[in-house]
């Protein structure tokens, strides 16, 4: 039969369990958000160190067609640097927007977690006053039992005892 000890221990081990699960999926979460973030910010700055590259190139070269060719990949590099802001931004907002539903389920997790230990402390005193009880009833019917058997022994005397003045 378990302790209460052990039944706690038990209980215990599974709401960690649950924190642990919950705690460790958020940070697989917020690890690839942040992967994703350092990526955008590194391809950011290859674009710069490339255009910089075509900068160079270009106040060192005169010649038209190699500036009409550097001119479209700065604008190309230039849309590719506002279509990488434009997605880091939305991986920002997404980003937020899990957080706020992360927290709002951890805080739904944790009022259930404190609503639960409410009910286990609860059926606890419900428990030990159940077995009061029995103890309490236990004793009162080992008492009537002792006095019945008390009452018997007397009857039997008082019989014998009359039995010996009729002869």
Known sequence: M??????DSVNETITDDGKKTFVSELSVYIAMIFNVYIVTCEC???LFSGLAAICFMLSSQSNLDIQDKVENQI????AEIVELKSERQKCQEEFGAQR???KELFLQKEE???KLQEEIKRLRLELDDARSQLTVTGLDLEANQAERIKSEDELTSLQ???????E
């Open 44 to 46: 950011e700055l290859q």
């Open 160 to 166: 014998q005892l009359v039995t010996v003045i009729i």
């Open 75 to 78: 604008e190309a590099l230039l």
């Open 2 to 7: 378990e302790t209460a000890n052990e039944k």
């Open 112 to 114: 259930e977690h404190l």
């Open 100 to 102: 706020g539903k992360m």
